[in-house]
């Protein structure tokens, strides 16, 4: 047998002596997001002190190259001098300042403006947020101020795909759809907010082209809105390839054949990129870029500041600018964060922009990341791996318990825990989602890290099967 020992097992023997040691405290007193209470009280948590580059080490000094990129977010790598530098010099010149109403700083009215140079081009307008979930529940605020200030206060629904990820905040969580993320314990606004099926080919009805369930996705958005009521539609959320939610992306076309029939109807076209901007796809936005669309909105966080300090941002276009700003109403968008256009975290997204236009990161993703998606394909030949997919610096491998049916493994198996905790018992960190095991790793990856993150999952994997008593075809 090759399972790996429970991490609290091992904490437990190593620190028997300690009683306050990091993992004991952390156990005891935080509350982690989406704490599985279970299996924390059993095995606590990885305590992560150390990271350079595409490496972390936990606190007793082991090394794992972090497939996952923290959580999407470390895209020019950790442990960078010149990010600590222009954050400790911002931190000296000016740690905080009041953004509300009539008051700004340097760095904020700087990142505003080089994001509208960055984004597409009727996009000139940008909303600080302290990160992704505040920019979408602050885009939800900005649709309905929209809506209503042209008079037209009844279009208040929103339509969102099953399985996508749009944040934690209570509309954020609301607007996604993944059903594990709406507990029986939350309540959730379902009266506005409406649902339809995620661009997912893999699992599409069996012999139906990929031409054929593209023309269905369309005709359930555009039946959608007409059972609403186009009246009442105020706009549709998409991740440009869907994140948290299994690493989908569309068939070809999805993006621009939605979007022509969100113009068709009046209905605002939301770009959640908080995951797919910044480089993660090649592009510092992927809607124009790869999918060829103009969004009214854009939300942002994540690999804006490359997890070096918390920001986001919702981007937004001039002619919902020029409608919500028209002088004579007295109108207050009264919308905003104390840490909105934070100067520091501002400054930090500055130098990380900076470094990424000097050293054409992209450049990396768009070569590295082809390199990516090619070898994990290698793994379409073990027996439980049903799909390999994503782009670039973006991907996923579902495992099955039968190729062919695509039968899922039980969700008591954990079958993706299982593989991550091979993982990480062999130096890697990949995460694991239901059936999925997602990475999502630095953009600054070589070609020899993606060979070992291809062949130490290819061994967790066979491990795994051994466990299982799993048997090669």
């Known amino acids: 047998m090759t399972t790996i020992p ?14 306050h040691t990091t993992w004991q405290q952390d156990k005891d007193h935080f509350l982690h997001p989406w704490t599985v209470f279970d299996s924390f009280y059993k095995d606590g948590a990885l305590a992560i002190n150390e990271g350079d580059g595409v490496y972390i080490k936990d606190v007793d000094g082991n090394r794992y190259l972090d497939a996952v990129g923290g959580l999407w977010c470390t895209n020019i790598g950790l442990g960078r001098q010149e990010m600590a530098d222009a954050i400790s010099e911002q931190v000296m010149k000016l740690a905080f300042s009041n953004p ?28 600080f947020t302290t990160g992704g979930s505040t920019a979408v529940d602050s885009a939800y605020r900005l649709i309905q101020y929209y809506q209503a200030c042209r008079g037209k206060p009844e279009k208040e629904h929103i339509i969102s795909r099953d399985n996508s990820y749009h944040g934690s905040t209570y509309m954020a969580m609301s607007i996604g759809g993944k059903k594990g993320d709406h507990p029986p314990e939350f309540k959730f606004k379902n009266d506005t907010i409406h649902h339809i099926s995620a661009p997912n080919y893999y699992r599409a009805p069996e012999g139906l082209s990929e031409a054929d369930f593209l023309d269905q996705l369309v005709i359930e958005l555009e039946d959608k809105i007409l059972e609403l009521g186009a009246d009442n539609v105020a706009a549709f959320f998409a991740e440009p390839v ?12 999805y993006h621009k054949r939605t979007w022509d029939i969100c113009k068709k109807y009046d209905v605002l076209y939301v770009s959640d ?9 090649g592009h510092w ?13 854009i939300t942002t966080a994540k690999g804006l500041s490359s997890g070096y300090l918390p920001i986001g941002a919702m981007l937004y276009s001039d002619e919902i600018h020029d409608v919500i700003s028209e002088q004579g109403h007295g109108r207050c968008f009264a919308n905003g964060y ?3 256009g934070h100067p520091v975290a501002c400054a930090a997204a ?11 990161i992209f450049s990396n993703v768009n070569d590295i990341g082809i390199y990516f998606e090619k070898q994990l394909e290698s793994l379409m030949d073990l027996p439980i791996v049903g799909d390999v997919r994503g782009l670039k610096m973006m991907m996923c491998v579902e495992l099955v318990k039968d190729k062919k049916s695509k039968e899922l493994f039980p969700d008591k198996v954990g079958i993706s825990k299982m593989v991550s905790n091979q993982a990480e018992a062999r130096g890697l960190i990949v995460r694991p989602v239901g059936n999925l095991n997602i990475m999502s790793p630095p953009l600054t990856l070589t070609r020899e890290q993606v060979d070992f993150i291809v062949d130490t999952l290819r061994e967790c994997i066979v491990a795994v099967q051994q466990d299982l008593n799993v048997s090669e075809p």
């Open 6 to 19: 429970s991490r609290g097992k091992d904490m437990i023997e190593q620190n028997m002596a300690g009683e």
């Open 285 to 297: 936005f992927a809607s124009e870029d790869i999918f060829g669309i103009q969004p009214d909105i």
């Open 350 to 360: 500055l130098k990380n922009i900076e470094i990424m236009e000097r050293e054409n």
């Open 273 to 281: 990129e908080v995951v797919t901007s910044f480089g993660r796809l």
């Open 100 to 127: 509300f109403v009539d008051m700004t700083n340097v760095p904020a009215a700087k990142l505003a403006a080089k994001l509208a140079e960055l984004a597409p081009a009727n996009i000139n307008h940008t909303f």
């Open 242 to 253: 869907m994140g948290a939610g299994g690493v989908i992306v569309p068939p070809e076309g």
């Open 338 to 340: 104390t840490y909105s």
